[in-house]
């Protein structure tokens, strides 16, 4: 199995270097990742300036190819599949990202990105996030996602096969199981703080804290306040499909 | 009704002018859009930097209010809609952008995540294109999303529809009507051009030449090429649900 690794909080970030720790025991392991971070890129890809590749060494794994970019997630998975890697990988993983992914926020994520990218030449893929920005613990997810892989590897058939998947900041023993569930919603208040510079010129700054929508039902976003690992399969086609047929009852005309 | 307009090709863009001056004929009409081209940014927005607003003046509009934000088409949407209009607006249009935007391509599409920055805002929306790069006529795309924006507005009666336009670069007489279809699916061949730089470093071009797939297929990619507009309803929501169910048999373990 032949695995490629990459996130969207830069190559020297803990989660990929946990990641690279755990996946290199199973597997054929190339890392090429963000020279520096690339957080909420969504899936920006780099057209207007050239790319360049630099070889970096972890220290802990000198062993395993890696590359620092100076693009998106998506660039780094577009030029490791097209131009730097010796033959395509069976499978992207992207992460493990500093903070959770879930529901709506998914479509901002650059690491959940970098694993649509994968889908999107023909590769299979898993974006993995710790639900965890202050003090991040990497290394049950780590170990989680490697068997995961494993199982992805064993089970897939089908080349376009995307998971998302959230792991809570907790000891493996606190972990309430693994929730197989859809993406459910985010929504924020209080968007934008407005200031004012040293000369008296307003400016935003993005803020926005998230509002409790007591969500009930099966989403990944109550299952990781549950506790759960949860995992969720992404596709890449946002057309609404239940809603061509009344669409087409509008009758527009030239 | 209160329109929004936004792109991705940048405030000046000639195609964001064109559909100014047709939409202030039909609507309360505001333009708020980020201050240089950020095309292929995808769903990214600025979390690192903060933001900011400068009110600018179209010659040819001078009464609508319009700003020029330093930051994505999604910062754009969100400024516009939490902190500079007086009021929330009825629809976004996003566009009209230089260049299609159909199939897999809609994922890296500045244009279409602004479009959906307004549905995630609670807000409908349309997204608009013309199907040309190198010598656009914007003049017929412009009436004709407007008028799709009155039909838009006496239809809608879902917060979150969003529709997904492409118009051929034809004359009116020359268009072959209007195609309601999911999207189509955009591969591409050779992505990369490797160059050295006058130091003999080597540096990657994002290329890329469309693979022509022979789409018999129901679908936009296929119905421009027949000259026709395309509409395709578009959901935020990435979930494979048709998925769901077979990961489930997988029983993933702790």
Redesign the interface.
Known sequence: MRILLTNDDGIFAEGLQALTQEIKKIAETYVVAPDH?Q??????????R????EKVRYSHSPEVPAWAVNGTP??CV??AV??LLPQRPDLVISGINRGANLG?D???SGT??AA?EGV?LGIPAIAVSLAEYHNPDYTYAAY?VAR?AQ?HCR?NTKKD???NVNVPNLK?EE?K??A????GVRQYKN??A??KDPRG??????AGELVDLEENEDTDVAAIKEGK?T??????????????EE??E?K???
């Open positions: 971070e957080s909420a890129t969504g899936h920006a890809i780099t057209m207007h050239p790319l360049r590749a998506a660039d577009k030029l097209e131009a709506t998914v479509l901002y959940v990105s649509i999107i989680f995961l199982q089970h096969l995307l998971l493996p972990i199981g693994v197989i569930c859809p993406l968007a934008f407005k200031r010129r307003e400016y935003y700054w993005l690992i995992i969720t399969p992404i596709q890449p086609d946002l057309t609404d499909f239940a809603f061509l669409l087409k509008w527009i005309k030239l």
